[in-house]
C-alpha cells in the first residue's frame, strides 16, 4: 500500500473510539485528487494508525475499514459478508419475512456500501466513486458468498453521470417482484430510480401496525410514498386509511400495494396532496383522525417551499393535534442523520405544549436488528416516536 494520509490527534480519537467516518478536517494536508485505492491513515510521526479509504459522499470524505495491517481483499471482503449473512439467519429462517438489509454499510465493518435482499434478489447501493471503483472485486467476493443470488441490481447514490440504477448480473428482477415482511406483501421495483418502492428500515414500525396497533381505527398516513404504513394498517384491522403524498406516482404505487394484499380499496383513500394542504382541507372538512404517521424526507422543496425536518417538524405536531381525535396517536419518525434524537424529541415535545394537550411517549424505535448502526450518533440515523395525546 502506498499512499498514507496524515491524520489530526482529534480524528484519531475519534476512530480510536469507534467512528469510522473520516472527516475533511481530519486530513492534515488538502487533498487534490481523490486517490481511488485503498490508503493508510498515520499520526503525525507517520506510525499507521487504521487502513481505508478517502470517498466524497453526502456525510464525512471517508472510512476507515481495519485497524490492523492485513490489508482489504476480496478474501477480506468475503469474511465480512460471511459474517453480515450469519449475524442475519433469523431473518433467512422467517419465512413471512422476505426481504431486509444483508450488509449495512459501517456497521457491518465496511462504510460506502449498503446491500439488501429482496427475495432472492440482491441490491447493492454505492455511496461514494471510491468504493464504486472497487465494485468488480466486491461484487465478486459477494456472489463468492452467496452463490444463490438470484440476480443483482445496483444503485449509485454519489454525484455521477452514471443511471441511478442499473441491472449488473444473474436474472433481471420482474417489475414488481412481491417480497413479504411479516406476511404482508409489498410490491417493489428493484431496478426504477434508487428507490425501490420500500424502505426496509421501518419493518418495526409497520409490524407494530400489522399486529393491530391500529385496529378498528381512523388512520392518516402523511408523506405515504408508496402507502406501506397504510397498508400494514389496513392488514391489521385499521377501520379506514388516508395515504397523503404529493408525487403524483404515489396514488397507482398505493392502490397496487393494497392489491398485492387482497385488501377492497373501498376504506383506502390514496390523496395527491401538499401535507400542509390537507392538514387544512381536513380542518375544513372537520374531519378526524385516532392515529396519525408522519414520516417526511430530511428535506423537500414544493413549488417555492422548503421543508425541513429541523425547521418545520413543531409544525407537523401542531397541525396533527387539530384533526386528531381524542386519545389519538402521533407517530413521529425522521430519518433525518443531523437531528438528534433528543432535538427531535424536543420539537415534537414543544410543539405538544404549544397546543396545551396531555401527552405520552408509550413507545420508540430505532434502527432494526438488520441496520446495525455504528458506534457514532448519526450512523443509528431513525428514530421513531409514538405519542399518545389527550386534548
Ligand atoms: N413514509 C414513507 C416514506 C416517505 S418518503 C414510507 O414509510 O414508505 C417521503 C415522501 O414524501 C415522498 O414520497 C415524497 O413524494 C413525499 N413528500 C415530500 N414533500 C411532501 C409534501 N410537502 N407533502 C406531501 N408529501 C411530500
Known amino acids: 500500500m502506498s499512499v498514507k494520509i496524515e ?3 482529534y480524528g484519531i480519537k475519534r476512530i ?3 467512528n469510522p467516518l473520516i472527516q475533511e478536517e481530519d ?5 487534490k485528487k481523490i486517490p481511488l485505492e485503498w490508503v493508510e491513515f498515520v499520526d503525525n510521526k507517520h506510525k499507521y494508525v487504521a487502513t481505508g479509504y478517502l470517498g466524497k459522499q ?3 470524505f471517508g472510512w476507515v475499514i481495519d485497524q490492523t495491517r492485513r490489508g482489504i481483499n476480496q478474501d477480506f471482503l468475503a469474511q465480512k459478508f460471511q459474517q453480515a449473512i450469519q449475524k442475519r439467519q433469523v431473518f433467512f429462517s422467517d419465512e413471512t419475512t422476505t426481504a431486509f438489509r444483508l450488509f449495512n454499510g459501517e456497521g457491518d465493518g465496511f462504510g460506502g456500501m449498503t446491500i439488501d435482499y429482496y427475495a432472492d434478489y440482491l441490491v447493492i447501493s454505492w455511496y461514494n466513486q471510491t ?6 472485486m466486491i461484487v465478486a467476493s459477494l456472489l463468492q458468498v452467496f452463490p444463490t443470488a438470484k440476480g443483482l441490481v445496483e444503485k449509485i447514490r454519489f454525484k455521477s453521470e452514471l443511471l441511478e440504477s442499473r441491472w449488473l ?3 433481471k428482477p420482474e417489475e414488481p417482484l412481491i417480497v413479504m415482511e411479516n406476511g404482508v406483501s409489498y410490491a417493489v421495483y428493484l431496478d426504477e430510480g434508487y428507490m425501490t418502492g420500500i424502505f426496509l428500515d421501518q419493518k418495526e414500525v409497520r409490524g407494530r401496525l400489522t399486529e393491530g396497533l391500529a385496529a378498528g381505527k381512523k388512520v392518516l398516513n402523511m408523506f405515504s410514498y408508496t402507502g406501506a404504513f397504510s397498508v400494514a394498517a389496513a392488514y391489521g384491522g385499521a377501520l379506514e386509511t388516508t395515504s397523503v403524498d404529493l408525487a403524483q406516482r404515489s396514488l397507482a404505487k398505493t392502490q397496487e400495494q393494497f392489491e398485492v394484499n387482497g385488501l377492497p380499496l373501498e376504506q383506502q383513500k390514496i390523496i395527491v396532496m401538499d ?6 382541507y381536513a380542518g375544513r372538512k ?8 408522519l414520516d417526511p424526507p430530511s428535506f423537500a422543496r414544493n413549488k417555492k417551499k422548503t421543508f425541513s425536518v429541523a425547521k418545520d417538524y413543531g409544525r407537523l405536531i401542531e397541525d396533527s393535534v387539530d384533526i386528531l381525535a381524542d386519545d389519538g396517536l402521533i407517530i413521529a419518525s425522521t430519518n433525518a442523520a443531523n437531528l438528534s434524537i433528543k432535538k427531535f424529541k424536543y420539537a415534537i415535545e414543544t410543539a405538544l405544549q404549544n397546543k396545551k394537550v396531555d401527552y405520552q411517549l408509550v413507545e420508540s424505535y430505532r434502527l432494526p436488528a438488520d441496520f446495525p448502526a455504528s458506534d457514532f450518533e448519526e450512523s443509528n440515523y431513525l428514530k421513531v416516536l409514538f405519542y399518545t395525546v389527550k386534548k
Request: glycine letters at 8%; charged letters at 20%.
Open 286 to 293: 372537520n374531519l378526524t383522525y385516532d392515529v396519525i404517521i
Open 58 to 60: 453526502n456525510k464525512g
Open 27 to 31: 486530513l492534515k494536508q488538502s487533498i
Open 7 to 9: 491524520l489530526t490527534n
Open 169 to 171: 448480473a444473474g436474472e
Open 275 to 280: 401535507t400542509f394542504d390537507y392538514f387544512r
Open 16 to 18: 480510536r473510539q469507534g
Open 131 to 136: 468504493i464504486y471503483h472497487f465494485q468488480k
